[in-house]
């Protein structure tokens, strides 16, 4: 079951020809799936991917080829290495070196074969950890960034660096939006390596799978979080794709945040209400705040529909769904 937003206008696209070939780099992530889904749902005929066994997109000469050999006109860049608290501290090198890799090389293509608009998802974690709230798109560079996904955040800023400058250099028509912590179907559910409301998710249906009294939630419970529903976030970016080509990087949230501690709350109240939360305080917080500023989206006429509330039950009702072919579980 598709959980569609509101934003329908976007059915009467007025610049994006549906007829020209898309490439969704990532389609198998839960991003880079539900875009397209997005696009598929309004009409775009050529949606191209490719799996990560047929194209390494970390190397130059073969992300070349393909682009040659199947000319899209438009890219969706929502490959990347990503990960929860957890895997960002403990794995920074490989974040940093797959993302800044598969970055430069689909730019670089892109640029090549003269692609007609590219979109690059960035993360709101490219902005200094004590960044005043909400974060606009100008505390960029601003003070230093939050330790615990430092490398994963200077790959992201190099990327959105890579597309104003190719904007600025080249004339290319490449864009960049930044997405505050995202849910949704396809979630990665493993729990050394999910973010916080798949593990959560996860946390909750086992422990009342199996009869469990506690369930333990990461870190003092105090940080705040905006989430934003994977389909809202597609919405976003074909609007932006349509009708946004400034150089400026854009937030993409809702606007609106909670403590980890409340999301655990409304976890508990959907999974398993009978069950007692612990918080473990020996695990990292990270950032005490991450809300973005969405007034510049606003200005372009989006706004984000889908309810934290309906969201996490729609997410829910998509682990039950496919629990056991679900990512991480098993
Ligand atoms: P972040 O926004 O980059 O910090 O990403 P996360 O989604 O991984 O974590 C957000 C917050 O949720 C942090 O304060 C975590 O300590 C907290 N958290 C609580 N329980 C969990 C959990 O089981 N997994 C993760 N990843 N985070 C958790």
Same mark, same amino acid.
């Given at each position: 079951?598709?959980?569609?937003?509101?934003?329908?206008?976007?059915?009467?696209?007025?610049?994006?020809?549906?007829?020209?070939?898309?490439?969704?780099?990532?389609?198998?992530?839960?991003?880079?799936?539900?875009?397209?889904?997005?696009?598929? &749902?309004?009409?775009?005929?050529?949606?191209?991917?490719?799996?990560?066994?047929?194209?390494?997109?970390?190397?130059?000469?073969?992300?070349?080829?393909?682009?040659?050999?199947?000319?899209?006109?438009?890219?969706?860049?929502?490959?990347?290495?990503?990960?929860?608290?957890?895997?960002?501290?403990?794995?920074?090198?490989?974040?940093?070196?797959?993302?800044?890799?598969?970055?430069?090389?689909?730019?670089?293509?892109?640029?090549?074969?003269?692609?007609?608009?590219?979109?690059?998802?960035?993360?709101?974690?490219?902005?200094?950890?004590?960044?005043?709230?909400?974060?606009?798109?100008?505390?960029?560079?601003?003070?230093?960034?939050?330790?615990?996904?430092?490398?994963?955040?200077?790959?992201?800023?190099?990327?959105?660096?890579?597309?104003?400058?190719?904007?600025?250099?080249?004339?290319?028509?490449?864009?960049?939006?930044?997405?505050?912590?995202?849910?949704?179907?396809?979630?990665?559910?493993?729990?050394?390596?999910?973010?916080?409301?798949?593990?959560?998710?996860?946390?909750?249906?086992?422990?009342?799978?199996?009869?469990?009294?506690?369930?333990?939630?990461?870190?003092?419970?105090?940080?705040?979080?905006?989430?934003?529903?994977?389909? &809202?976030?597609?919405?976003?970016?074909?609007?932006?794709?349509?009708?946004?080509?400034?150089?400026?990087?854009?937030?993409?949230?809702?606007?609106?945040?909670?403590?980890?501690?409340?999301?655990?709350?409304?976890?508990?109240?959907?999974?398993?209400?009978?069950?007692?939360?612990?918080?473990?305080?020996?695990?990292?917080?990270?950032?005490?705040?991450?809300?973005?500023?969405?007034?510049?989206?606003?200005?372009?006429?989006?706004?984000?529909?889908?309810?934290?509330?309906?969201?996490?039950?729609?997410?829910?009702?998509?682990?039950?769904?496919?629990?056991?072919?679900?990512?991480?579980?098993?």
């Amino acid at each position: 079951m598709a959980l569609r937003s509101g934003n329908l206008a976007y059915m009467q696209y007025s610049e994006l020809n549906r007829s020209k070939p898309v490439f969704v780099a990532g389609h198998n992530g839960m991003v880079g799936g539900a875009i397209v889904r997005r696009l598929s &749902d309004l009409g775009f005929e050529q949606i191209l991917t490719a799996d990560r066994s047929e194209l390494d997109l970390r190397d130059q000469s073969s992300v070349n080829e393909w682009f040659s050999s199947n000319k899209p006109e438009y890219v969706y860049l929502a490959a990347g290495t990503v990960g929860g608290i957890m895997a960002n501290s403990t794995r920074q090198a490989e974040f940093l070196y797959d993302n800044l890799m598969i970055h430069a090389t689909v730019v670089e293509a892109a640029r090549l074969t003269e692609v007609e608009k590219l979109l690059y998802l960035g993360s709101s974690c490219i902005y200094p950890r004590l960044s005043e709230q909400p974060i606009s798109e100008d505390c960029l560079l601003q003070g230093p960034l939050e330790p615990t996904n430092e490398g994963y955040a200077i790959a992201k800023i190099a990327g959105i660096k890579l597309c104003q400058f190719y904007a600025q250099q080249y004339g290319c028509n490449f864009i960049t939006a930044m997405p505050t912590n995202l849910y949704g179907p396809n979630d990665n559910y493993d729990l050394e390596s999910s973010h916080v409301l798949p593990a959560l998710i996860r946390r909750f249906h086992d422990a009342k799978s199996e009869g469990e009294e506690i369930v333990t939630v990461w870190g003092s419970g105090s940080p705040r979080r905006e989430f934003l529903h994977v389909d &809202d976030l597609a919405d976003a970016c074909v609007h932006l794709m349509d009708g946004y080509s400034g150089v400026e990087h854009v937030n993409v949230g809702t606007g609106t945040d909670v403590s980890i501690a409340k999301l655990a709350h409304l976890v508990r109240q959907i999974v398993y209400p009978e069950v007692e939360i612990e918080f473990d305080t020996s695990k990292p917080d990270g950032m005490p705040r991450k809300l973005l500023d969405v007034s510049k989206l606003s200005e372009l006429g989006w706004r984000a529909t889908i309810d934290l509330e309906p969201g996490i039950k729609h997410a829910y009702d998509w682990f039950c769904d496919n629990y056991s072919e679900a990512r991480g579980v098993g």
